[in-house]
T-cell receptor, first 111, second 114 residues
Framework: RKEVEQDPGPFNVPEGATVAFNCTYS??????FFWYRQDCRKEPKLLMS???SGNEDGRFTAQLNRASQYISLLIRDSKLSDSATYLC????????????FGKGTKLSVKP | GAGVSQSPSNKVTEKGKDVELRCDPI?????LYWYRQSLGQGLEFLIY????????KSGLPSDRFSAERTGGSVSTLTIQRTQQEDSAVYLC????????????FGSGTRLTVV
């Protein structure tokens, strides 16, 4: 298994839809995780952290399934402005500065 | 500063020339990271610094690439004898400690080798 794997998409959804992305990781010792958002031709920006109990921020919910080694991001009531690439980020410790970035899942929200 | 600052924002250079890319991290951030991203691709790790030391340089693509960090602050990524395949966006990020709260990225340097 690759260190971090994501479905590249694209996910094409209408406004108002609920969409979910999963990300699998290989390092079972990983502790804290993140979702980043990257807009076209922009730098990645931290969307939310994902801790053991999961967390919710408005329309966004992130969850961790440690037994199956995956994290998920749920977006409710999608907005046009949610269109972006969502990067799953997993800590590995040691090399590469401790965080491994997935290649991202592209979301396109249509009117 | 308030954010991670990178310069230049855009750089066009001729094949074979050397370039220097600069990153000024958030004040107080001990860790600094360099990535590059080719068009439509994911982030490619290059190197990271903890203070002025680089524990892992394995991501540097070739010996034409080098980086240094001085005073635990500003970092410079140098690419010698640039090739067309070096064209990409070079992103710098910084964090407190080991990045337990994530990284903050700069807006990148778009390098085009012609």
């Amino acid at each position: 298994r690759k260190e971090v794997e994501q479905d590249p998409g694209p996910f094409n959804v209408p406004e108002g839809a609920t969409v979910a992305f999963n990300c699998t990781y290989s390092n079972s010792a990983s502790q804290s995780f993140f979702w980043y958002r990257q807009d076209c031709r922009k730098e990645p920006k931290l969307l939310m952290s994902v801790y053991s109990s999961g967390n919710e921020d408005g329309r966004f919910t992130a969850q961790l399934n440690r037994a199956s080694q995956y994290i998920s991001l749920l977006i409710r009531d999608s907005k046009l402005s949610d269109s972006a690439t969502y990067l799953c980020v997993v800590p590995v410790g040691g090399s590469q500065g401790n965080l491994i970035f997935g290649k991202g899942t592209k979301l396109s929200v249509k009117p | 500063g308030a954010g991670v600052s990178q310069s230049p924002s855009n750089k066009v250079t001729e094949k074979g020339k050397d370039v220097e890319l600069r990153c000024d991290p958030i004040s107080g951030h001990t860790a600094l990271y360099w990535y590059r991203q080719s068009l439509g691709q994911g982030l490619e790790f290059l190197i990271y610094f903890q203070g002025n030391s680089a524990p892992d340089k394995s991501g540097l693509p070739s010996d034409r690439f080098s980086a240094e960090r001085t005073g635990g602050s500003v970092s410079t990524l140098t690419i010698q004898r640039t090739q067309q395949e070096d064209s990409a966006v070079y992103l710098c990020a910084s964090s407190y400690g080991q990045g337990a709260h994530g990284y903050t990225f700069g807006s990148g340097t778009r390098l085009t080798v012609v």
